[in-house]
């Protein structure tokens, strides 16, 4: 089992749906990232959580600590929005290791 | 602002051969961080740098190696090159490190190795 799981690894939306990315880790961690990459692309970073929850536009990251649990809604989606949603995890009992979830792609139909 | 740049952006190699990456992360960023993409087994962490010092590293044999100058430009090599290898080879530069701040990626580098 991997250490860190995203679901759903596959998405389609029509947009204007709310959106929602899970991911889960079985360790405990410091930080989480959730990361974007459009085909062809970089990445970008959408949110660095320690605690709690946080908003950027249309994007909302939320952390739950005791769950070991974290979640990226989207808003009102747009096809823009179609890439693929990582998130990524620090680890601190591991040397501070970085692991990556295997991805959500999300595609968002006009 | 000047973004991170990766150098160069696509190279071909050989098996048993070397290669060096380059990173120049923001200006003002300490930390810059390496990781290799792949299909197969998606993006792994390599190491963190910050202020010179290897701060973090991933689970990566000793050919992969990396260093931090005095003005932040990262390099990261990789000795005895396999085919396994060929990847996306990205790094971020943060202000804070990848466990304090956000983190910008550059565009990468696209190694296939023959």
């Known amino acids: 089992k991997n250490e860190v799981e995203q679901s759903p690894q596959n998405l389609t939306a029509q947009e204007g749906e709310f959106i929602t990315i899970n991911c889960s880790y079985s360790?405990?961690?410091?930080?989480l990232h959730w990361l974007q990459q459009h085909p062809g692309g970089g990445i970008v970073s959408l949110f660095m959580l320690s605690s709690g929850k946080k908003k950027h536009g249309r994007l909302i990251a939320t952390i739950n600590i005791q769950e070991k649990h974290s979640s990226l809604h989207i808003t009102a989606s747009h096809p823009r929005d179609s890439a693929v949603y990582i998130c990524?995890?620090?680890?601190?009992?591991?040397?501070?290791?970085?692991?990556f979830g295997q991805g959500t792609e999300l595609s968002v139909k006009p | 602002k000047a973004g991170v740049t990766q150098t160069p952006r696509y190279l071909i190699k050989t098996r048993g051969q070397q290669v060096t990456l380059s990173c120049s992360p923001i200006s003002g960023h300490r930390s810059v961080s390496w990781y290799q993409q792949t299909p197969g087994q998606g993006l792994q962490f390599l190491f963190e740098?910050?202020?010179?010092?290897?701060?973090n590293k991933g689970n990566f044999p000793g050919r992969f190696s990396g260093r931090q100058f005095s003005n932040s430009r990262s390099e990261m090599n990789v000795s005895t090159l396999e085919l396994g290898d060929s990847a996306l080879y990205l790094c971020?530069?943060?202000?804070?490190?990848?466990?304090?701040?956000?983190?910008?990626f550059g565009e990468g580098s696209r190694l296939t190795v023959l």
């Open positions: 971020a530069s943060s202000l804070q490190g990848i466990e304090a701040g956000e983190l910008f």
């Open positions: 360790v405990g961690i410091s930080a």
């Open positions: 990524a995890v620090l680890i601190y009992n591991q040397g501070g290791k970085l692991i």
């Open positions: 740098y910050f202020s010179e010092t290897q701060r």
